[in-house]
Every structure is written in C-alpha cells, then in structure tokens.
C-alpha cells in the first residue's frame, strides 16, 4: 500500500500515521518530520528551511520533491509507505505521480476550531518525536515522554500566529490536491475529530478493506 495522508495543520495526520506505520508495518514518512530534523542537524537543508517552516510557509517544491525522491529510494519504502505531509501543492502530486502508484489518499476532515484548540496544546518530545496534547494525550508526568524521558517541547509553528498562516497555506496551496485526487478516484474522507483511537479504528478497517 502506498498511502497519502492528505488534510490540514493539526488534523491528526502524524498521530494516525505512526499507528498505522505500526500496525501495518510499513514506514512513516513525514516532510515536516524531516525538515525538522534537519533544523536540528543544522544541515544546508535545515539553514534553508528554518525561517520558512517556523513561520508556517511551504518549502520550495524543488527541494521539497528531491527530499522526498531520495527517501523514497530507501528499501524499507519498496514494499508500501504512508506519506504524511506530502504532496502540498499540485507541482509536488504531478511529480509524485511520475514517481510511484499511489493506493489510496486519506483526506483527514476537521474544523478550524477544533484545528488551533489541538495544535496550541500540542507538546513534542525533543529525543524520539512521540506527540502529545496537554488535554488530549497528557504525557504520565507534565513535560517528558513516557516513552523515553526526553523532554517535551513547544513546535515554533505552533504560535497563533503560524498557525492562521499554516490554515490559509493549506486553503490556498494544498485543498486542491483534495479534486486533485477525487477526479483520479483515489480520495476516501476521513472524519478527523473523534478520539485518536476511533480515528485509528476506523482507518484500519479502511485500509484492511483495500
Ligand atoms: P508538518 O510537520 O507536516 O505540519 P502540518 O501539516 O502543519 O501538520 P501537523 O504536523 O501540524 O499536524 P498533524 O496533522 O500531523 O497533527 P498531529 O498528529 O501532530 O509541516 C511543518 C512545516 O514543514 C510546514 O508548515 C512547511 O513549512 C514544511 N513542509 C512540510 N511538508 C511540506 C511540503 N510537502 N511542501 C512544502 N513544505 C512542507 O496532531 C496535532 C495535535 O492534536 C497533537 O497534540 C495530537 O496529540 C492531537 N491529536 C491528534 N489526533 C487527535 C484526536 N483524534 N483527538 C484529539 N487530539 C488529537
Ligand atoms: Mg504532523
């Protein structure tokens, strides 16, 4: 299965994606994930995207696309993927589509409210990633993973600021993806705004009917 998480800032595509990369045993590739690690590593990568991604703009789709081309290149990709958080503009899904044969695009729904309630208590760990929601998802003890004792941070996108910006990015740039896909009968809606383990339910028995 070669899969799209496709939906707005906050709408649970990472959450989802890591428990679905688990339970079906196949990678979980987030273009976010990887532009922060390398901010973190301070790569040229990283000191090229820092200001962009922090105030909530899109990376250029040529650096963008050969991210994602490379990653896709590593074998554990060669037997199904879930990509989070790419394609974002219809440049990114054309050159996709010359690339691999995707299964299916799942086209996380939720509201704007609900959106900046989720990513204003969104708290990541700093060592291994692991998402949290200070009401949603606490952590055991405030402020460290329970799964490996690192300590939990703030995203800087993550201020009201970026995340109006992020909101009318995504309207702007990626929504279209969502006719995009739709016209190419590959789009199944999926309602984002139960608990994360209904989501992840409802997906599973989605994808198992594939
Ligand atoms: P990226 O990291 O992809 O950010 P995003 O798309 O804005 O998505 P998020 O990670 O914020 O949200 P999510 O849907 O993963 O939600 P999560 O599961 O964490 O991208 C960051 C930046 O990188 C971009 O702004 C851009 O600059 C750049 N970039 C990335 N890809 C790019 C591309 N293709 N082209 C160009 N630039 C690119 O959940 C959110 C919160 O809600 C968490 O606290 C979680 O615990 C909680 N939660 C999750 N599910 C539920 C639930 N069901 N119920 C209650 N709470 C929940
Ligand atoms: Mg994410």
Known sequence: MNLIFLGPPGAGKGTAAARVAEEFGMPHISTGDLFRAAIKNETELGLQVKAITEKGDLVPDSLTIELVNDRLKDGDAANGFILDGFPRTIPQAEALETASKITRVLNFKLDDEEIIERLSGRRVCRSCGKGYHVHFMPPKKPGICDVCGGELYTRKDDSIES???RLSVYAEQTEPLIEFYRSRDLLSDVDAKPSAE?????????LEAL
């Open 198 to 206: 209904r989501v992840f339910d409802s997906l599973k028995a989605m």
């Open 163 to 165: 995340i109006k910006n």
